[in-house]
Every structure is written in C-alpha cells, then in structure tokens.
C-alpha cells in the first residue's frame, strides 16, 4: 500500500527553519513528481511545492517563493521541505502528496507552529 509519513514539524521561534521529511513508499518513488501542501487553521489546503521525478525541476507557489526550497533523495524514497525565515503565517499542517493512478494519496501531516 501506498505510504507517505511526514516528520520534522514543531514549535519554533519567527526567523528560525526547519527541514521536513516525507517517507514513502509502496510506490517506484523515482517514477513520480512529488508535491507539499500546507492548510493553515479555518483555511483551504494550499500547494506549496513540487519536485520533478529526479530533482531536475521545481515549482513553487508565490507563497513560498525565496524561503522555501523542495528536494528528494530517490535513494531513500524521501522528499524534503526546508523552510526559513518561519514567519507566523506560516503556521499549519504540512502535507506530502503524490499522485498515483489518477488518485491524490496524503500522509497524515505534520504540525509547524511559528510562535514567540
């Protein structure tokens, strides 16, 4: 089965980073573009990022742009999210996702509270 375990998320200070990671597996990760989302409290889940198959291309959203930066292992079949300059608005749960199949598959999030 598809399996996709986000780690890395905690409280930390505005100004400060923090690298996520997203375990997959029971997929060929290599063969599949691999995406972040955020969804902030009371707010609709928003992209974030993408990573091509082997790293060779990103996007980001405006949002994101500068301080954010998406990278993968295929080595490991994990994919990352460093994230710096935390600003409070930055607060939410961060998702990884691929799609597969014509179907979205979510790993459970992990939280990132951005707080003094």
């Known amino acids: 089965q598809v399996q996709l375990v986000e780690s890395g998320g905690g409280l930390v200070q505005p100004g400060g980073s923090l690298r996520l990671s997203c375990a997959a597996s029971g997929f060929t990760f290599s063969s599949y573009a691999m995406s972040w989302y955020r969804q902030a409290l009371g707010k609709e889940r928003e992209l974030v990022a993408t990573?091509?198959?082997?790293?060779?291309?990103?996007n980001y959203a405006d949002s994101a742009k500068g301080r954010f930066t998406i990278s993968r292992d295929n080595s490991i079949n994990t994919v990352y999210l460093q994230i710096n300059s935390l600003k409070p608005e930055d607060t939410a749960v961060y998702y990884c996702?691929?799609?597969?199949?014509?179907?979205?598959?979510w790993g459970q999030g992990t939280q990132v509270t951005v707080s003094s």
């Open positions: 996702n691929v799609g597969l199949r014509g179907m979205d598959y």
């Open positions: 990573i091509g198959k082997t790293g060779g291309w990103t």
